[in-house]
C-alpha cells in the first residue's frame, strides 16, 4: 500500500512564504498522526522537500527511526515561470477549476513524473505530500479530466494499492470543510 498524507497547517497563508513550516496546529496534527498510526509499518518514508511536508513526516519518522527520503517526485504542483509568489493563490484557485489538459507542459511533465515514481515504488511507502500532488493520483488513477477531485484535509490518508506497479485507489483520505489552501 501506498499511503500519501497531506502535510499539517502551515506556519502561515499560502502564497504569504515560499516555504514555510508547520505551524503550531500542523506540529500537533503531525504528533498526533505518528502517535495514532495503525496502518503496520515501518515503511520507507518519503517526502516532498517543502518544510511543511518535511516536518509533517518527522514525528512518524522519529518513531520509525528512519530518515525520509526527500522527492522533488512528490513536490508542489509548479507554477508558470514568472508567476510572482503572490501571485500563486489566484493562479491554484484558477486551475482548481480546470481539467488537467488545460494546464501547461510543466504541469503536465510534473503529473506524469508523480505517476512515474509511484509506478516504480517496490513495496509499501508513506509519502508526505501536498494537496496537488493527492488530486493528481486521484484523477490519473479515477480516469477523470478535473483537477480536483476532493479536499484531502491536514494529515489526512489516501490509499493506493499497489501490486508491482498497477496502482489502484483504495480509500480517499478524510476530507476538509471550507478553505483548503
Known amino acids: 500500500m501506498i499511503y500519501l498524507v497531506r502535510?499539517?497547517?502551515?506556519?502561515?497563508?499560502?502564497?504569504?512564504?515560499?516555504?514555510?513550516?508547520?505551524?503550531?496546529?500542523?506540529l500537533r496534527q503531525a504528533e498526533a498522526l505518528a502517535e495514532n498510526w495503525?496502518?503496520?509499518?515501518?515503511?520507507p518514508i518519503y517526502s516532498s522537500p517543502?518544510?511543511?511536508?518535511?516536518?509533517?513526516?518527522?514525528?512518524?519518522?522519529?518513531?520509525?527511526?528512519?530518515?525520509?527520503?526527500?522527492s522533488n517526485?512528490?513536490?508542489?504542483?509548479?507554477?508558470?515561470?514568472?508567476?510572482?509568489?503572490?501571485?500563486?493563490?489566484?493562479?491554484?484557485?484558477q486551475i482548481m477549476k480546470q481539467a488537467w489538459h488545460e494546464l501547461g507542459d510543466e504541469q503536465q511533465e510534473w503529473?506524469?513524473?508523480?505517476?512515474?515514481?509511484?509506478?516504480?515504488?517496490?513495496?509499501?511507502a508513506v509519502i508526505f505530500t501536498h494537496l496537488m500532488v493527492i488530486n493528481a493520483v486521484v484523477a490519473h488513477l479515477e480516469g477523470k479530466t478535473e483537477v480536483i477531485?476532493?479536499?484531502?484535509?491536514?494529515?489526512?490518508i489516501t490509499e493506493i494499492e499497489n501490486s508491482r506497479g498497477a496502482?489502484?485507489?483504495?480509500?480517499?483520505?478524510?476530507?476538509k470543510r471550507g478553505q483548503v489552501l
Open 50 to 70: 517543502k518544510c511543511r511536508a518535511q516536518e509533517t513526516a518527522a514525528p512518524l519518522a522519529r518513531v520509525w527511526a528512519q530518515t525520509p527520503i526527500i
Open 149 to 156: 477531485q476532493f479536499r484531502p484535509d491536514y494529515t489526512s
Open 38 to 43: 495503525s496502518l503496520g509499518g515501518p515503511y
Open 7 to 26: 502535510h499539517g497547517a502551515a506556519s502561515a497563508k499560502y502564497g504569504s512564504e515560499a516555504d514555510p513550516g508547520l505551524g503550531n496546529e500542523g
Open 111 to 124: 503529473k506524469a513524473g508523480i505517476m512515474d515514481f509511484l509506478q516504480k515504488l517496490d513495496g509499501d
Open 73 to 93: 517526485a512528490v513536490r508542489e504542483i509548479p507554477a508558470p515561470s514568472g508567476t510572482p509568489l503572490e501571485g500563486r493563490p489566484a493562479w491554484i484557485e
Open 167 to 175: 496502482l489502484r485507489l483504495h480509500s480517499l483520505g478524510r476530507q
